[in-house]
Antibody, heavy 120, light 110 residues
Framework: EVQLLESGGGLVQPGGSLRLSCAAS????????MSWVRQAPGKGLEWVSG????????YYADSVKGRFTISRDSSKSTLYLQMNSLRAEDTAMYYC?????????????WGQGTTVTVSS | QSALTQPASVSGSPGQSITISCTGT?????????VSWYQQHPGKAPKLMIY???NRPSGVSNRFSGSKSGNTASLTISGLQAEDEADYYC??????????FGGGTKLTVL
């Protein structure tokens, strides 16, 4: 069964850091581009970041560029999101997602999400 | 990158058809045939319903269809069923090699 399992969320103060992880199983991890998508409480979806299957190409939304870093470890089938200089507006449920065949096709597998709360 | 524009809500009766629009610009929807649609039930993760404007992943009902004209993409659901009640989001690839979502549309089945 294809599965994604996020972890690492929690409560952090403004200006703090957090690293999210997403453990993948049931598919050849290194073959697929991956992404992080977030959803603030009661709000819509916001694409955050994407990474190629090899990990050599990364993409970021303007709202997180320079503060967040996406990476992956194929030996562990795990996707990461390092979040620095966190702000209140980063408070959201963070989902990791797998692209369907390629980066252009949309995301066909999603994790259950991990909650990040930025508050003093 | 500004969010794509979707109607906040649509509604329809069981058996009817509804269409949700998604308007962007030449830098996203109008520039690429890389538009996806997602269904999200309350408290659940999104589910891919349409990719590449009009293609359905395996397992998605053929009651769901997508199209595009210019800078506007559309999702049509025919033969509405109670379980179709959910939030729907469009998403497009952009000229910055990123993705942008629409604000979401709440579908109510009357």
């Amino acid at each position: 069964e294809v599965q994604l399992l996020e972890s690492g969320g929690g409560l952090v103060q403004p200006g703090g850091s957090l690293r999210l992880s997403c453990a993948a199983s049931g598919f050849t991890f290194r073959t697929y581009a991956m992404s992080w998508v977030r959803q603030a409480p009661g709000k819509g979806l916001e694409w955050v970041s994407g990474i190629s299957g090899s990990g050599s190409i990364t993409y970021y939304a303007d709202s997180v560029k320079g503060r967040f870093t996406i990476s992956r470890d194929s030996s562990k089938s795990t996707l990461y999101l390092q979040m620095n200089s966190l702000r209140a507006e980063d408070t959201a449920m963070y989902y990791c997602a797998k692209y369907y065949h390629s980066y252009y096709y949309g995301m066909d597998v999603w994790g259950q999400g991990t909650t990040v709360t930025v508050s003093s | 990158q500004s969010a794509l524009t979707q109607p906040a809500s649509v509604s329809g009766s069981p058996g009817q058809s509804i269409t949700i629009s998604c308007t962007g610009t030449r830098s996203d929807v109008g520039g690429y045939n890389y538009v996806s649609w997602y269904q999200q039930h309350p408290g659940k993760a999104p589910k891919l319903m349409i990719y590449d404007v009009s293609n359905r992943p395996s397992g998605v009902s053929n009651r769901f269809s997508g199209s595009k004209s210019g800078n506007t993409a559309s999702l049509t659901i025919s033969g509405l069923q109670a379980e179709d009640e959910a939030d729907y989001y469009c998403s497009s690839y952009t000229s910055s090699s990123t993705w942008v979502f629409g604000g979401g549309t709440k579908l109510t089945v009357l």
